[in-house]
């Protein structure tokens, strides 16, 4: 069990992919394949992995290591993406379950796209989990960009100390640009992933969080 030096947080932020939920293998595979299909090129699996969940480099620096231009690549992901087939590939890990216990403000911050989170949280029966939802966008700005986290913080209405959880460098970085503290969760593996990402705290599974829909605020 995690010590209460992890609790005592005003509010939660949480990232969607990757940290709430997964996909099947199956899913990520065809959906490269579609966007290959489209830009002219194929994906190895390694590279098809390393994109979807952001292992080692950030997916920007990836794209451009690739040779791809990075308009045509996630016009071209955006267009492939299919709500129905998303959700019957999406699970919710069952580490995930303790956000719906949290007794303060809950907002997810997530690079998926509405026309995907908005069925996948009312299919997974999680929408209630979270007071407000932010997607990013060009417009909003993308992580570890800020201006997406302080944007939930408005529509959440807080203040005081808050954290942001996340499986990625780019959650990590995005807490700490908007002045909040940051939980990495790992659900690869440094050796998978190819780099340490550090955080506030660091934890294999959410089941290391138990106590936190606990302590008072």
């Known amino acids: 069990m995690i010590g209460r030096e992890y609790g005592g947080y005003d509010f939660w932020l949480l990232d969607l992919d990757g940290t709430l939920v997964d996909v099947e293998w199956s899913y990520v595979r065809e959906t490269f394949d579609r966007v290959g299909d489209r830009i002219g090129r194929t994906f190895t699996d390694e590279q098809a992995r390393r994109l979807w969940y952001g ?35 999406t699970t919710l890990y069952d580490d995930a379950a303790f956000v719906a216990d949290l007794d303060r403000p809950v907002g997810l911050v997530t690079h998926c796209q509405p026309f995907l989170t908005e069925p996948v949280l009312r299919t997974l029966d999680i929408d209630d989990w979270f007071d407000a939802v932010v997607c990013c966008s060009d417009e909003v700005g993308w992580k570890p960009d800020p201006t997406p986290v302080e ?14 959880a996340g499986d990625g460098a780019n959650d990590v970085g995005a807490a700490w640009n908007a002045g909040l503290d940051a939980i990495h969760v790992e659900r690869h593996g440094p050796d998978r992933r190819g780099v340490c990402v550090l955080g506030d705290h660091r934890v294999s599974s959410f089941a290391d969080l138990t106590e936190l829909s606990t302590v008072a605020r």
């Open 55 to 89: 292992l080692g480099a950030d997916r920007e620096a990836q794209i451009s290591s690739l040779g791809l231009d990075r308009a045509a690549f996630w016009a071209a992901f955006d267009a492939v993406e299919n709500p129905e087939e998303r959700v019957e590939a």
């Open 151 to 164: 944007r939930a913080m408005a529509e959440l209405d807080v203040d005081g100390r808050g954290v942001l």
